[in-house]
């Protein structure tokens, strides 16, 4: 089984800045991709920012500019850099992993979400 857990989410006024944690443990043989997705009350969920193994980056054009997404392959953890934050960002966070099971899937976790909020 495998489990992420976030870390780092919070209240801060806008223009502030925070940092997400996602850290993964469990029995896999690599994570290939990792990333963030963010729901905001009412919204659909959406895609915020993806790292593949590699490390080439992609952003929703929301965040382009703001926020940085990067990983610690050695610890299996992914973060969020959020700078410039905008009440517009207030949302729950959840990372996902895409790992290598020992039968040669690829599996898709999510973790459990952090709450940002940004008041103005």
């Known amino acids: 089984q495998v489990q992420l857990v976030e870390s780092g989410g919070g209240l801060v006024q806008a223009g502030g800045s925070l940092k997400l944690s996602c850290a993964a443990s469990?029995?896999?043989?690599?994570?290939?991709?990792m990333g963030w997705h963010r729901q905001a009350p009412g919204s659909q969920r959406e895609l915020v920012a993806t790292?593949?193994?590699?490390?080439?980056?992609d952003y929703a054009d929301s965040v382009k500019g703001r926020f940085t997404i990067s990983r610690d392959n050695a610890k299996n953890t992914v973060y969020l850099q959020m700078n410039s934050l905008k009440p517009e960002d207030t949302a729950v966070y959840y990372c996902?992993?895409?790992?290598?099971?020992?039968?040669?899937?690829?599996?898709?976790?999510w973790g459990k979400g952090t709450l940002v909020t940004v008041s103005s």
């Open positions: 790292i593949a193994r590699g490390g080439n980056r």
């Open positions: 996902y992993f895409v790992v290598t099971t020992f039968d040669a899937r690829r599996m898709t976790h």
């Open positions: 469990g029995r896999f043989v690599s994570v290939n991709d």
